[in-house]
């Protein structure tokens, strides 16, 4: 007798849970939303945000009604063909069943990243060691500031003598798209007498569309363009423009404080110094 006296309400809790489980399953609704894009192809600013995207999505549920509102934008791809992506748009209901749709994305006004460098890429014969990152960074129209990515790609750099040594920088966006610029490191025997410092060192540019390369002209001793500063000898400043601009590539405008002699010999001056020099690389593009 004990032993129905204790199955009984054992019983009957596991009848009531079964029965509760039974009514619940049958109302709970196992459809999921539905979700439509007004277009396969979504065009989108770099300046908008993931708002532009979901004015083109619509959300409804049999069960809950208009879901519009509680769609969410779940990922945006790498870029799989230019400047193209897929956008993945997703939406629960209250019984928790998810509908996702997908549709790609084209960003009309996205330009690969662009590097900007603050200070010339000058060494001396004997240095121990080179900073080849230092005072490089990188932007992107979408990630922003992408400087912690740019990486030093190649470089020929030589400490132990004089030269001309192109390094070619990388950066690559979480989207997938690399940029890179070769940029030409200087290596001199000694220091020069004097400075020339630039706005920037790296200016960007379309074919056809010429820069003025005085505007990037920042600091320099003026004092040495003084009449008299030099006995014998005058100073002038030499801006040389080497860009050929209807070719994309990256060129060179050189520009120097040069101390030549009054004194001429067949025609040319006698001797002359380079006081400062520095160089501004413009990159030319297609």
């Known amino acids: 007798m004990r032993f129905f006296r204790i199955l009984f309400p054992v019983l009957f809790v596991l009848v ?17 939303p539905k979700l439509t894009c007004d277009a396969d192809t979504l065009t989108l600013s770099v300046e908008d945000d993931e708002s532009k995207l979901l004015e ?3 959300a409804s549920d049999e069960k809950d009604g208009d879901l ?8 945006i791809s790498s870029f799989l063909d230019g400047n193209k992506a897929t956008v993945t748009f997703a939406v629960c209901d209250s019984d928790n069943n998810v ?21 010339q ?20 129209k979408l990630d922003g500031d992408i400087s912690s990515r740019v990486t030093v790609a190649e470089s020929t750099l030589d400490l132990s003598k004089p030269g001309v040594y192109p390094i070619t920088y990388r950066v690559t966006t979480t989207k997938g798209i690399s940029s890179e610029v070769t940029i030409n490191a200087y290596v001199y025997d000694s220091r020069l007498p ?30 040495y363009l003084a009449e008299g500063y030099f006995n014998d000898y005058t100073c002038t400043l030499e801006i040389m423009d080497e860009i050929d601009y209807k070719k994309p590539g ?29 160089y501004l690389a413009v990159a030319v593009k297609g």
């Open 194 to 223: 004097s400075t020339i410092t630039l706005k920037q060192y790296l200016v960007y540019t379309d074919v056809n569309k010429k820069i003025n390369p005085k505007e990037y002209l920042g600091a320099y001793e003026e004092k």
């Open 68 to 75: 519009t509102k509680s769609v969410i934008v779940e990922s």
């Open 250 to 278: 990256v060129y060179y405008v050189t520009y120097r404080l040069v101390k030549k002699s009054d004194k001429m010999i067949d025609g040319k001056n006698a001797d002359q110094e380079i006081l400062a020099e520095a």
């Open 56 to 58: 083109h999505v619509t």
């Open 16 to 32: 009531a849970a079964f029965s509760i489980y039974v009514r619940v399953s049958e109302t709970k609704d196992y459809t999921p």
């Open 99 to 119: 509908a996702k749709l997908t549709a790609n994305v084209v960003y009309s006004d996205y330009t690969p990243p662009v590097f900007s460098f603050s200070q």
């Open 121 to 140: 890429q000058i060494y001396y014969v004997g240095a121990t060691r080179a900073d080849l990152l230092a005072g490089v960074s990188a932007t992107d």
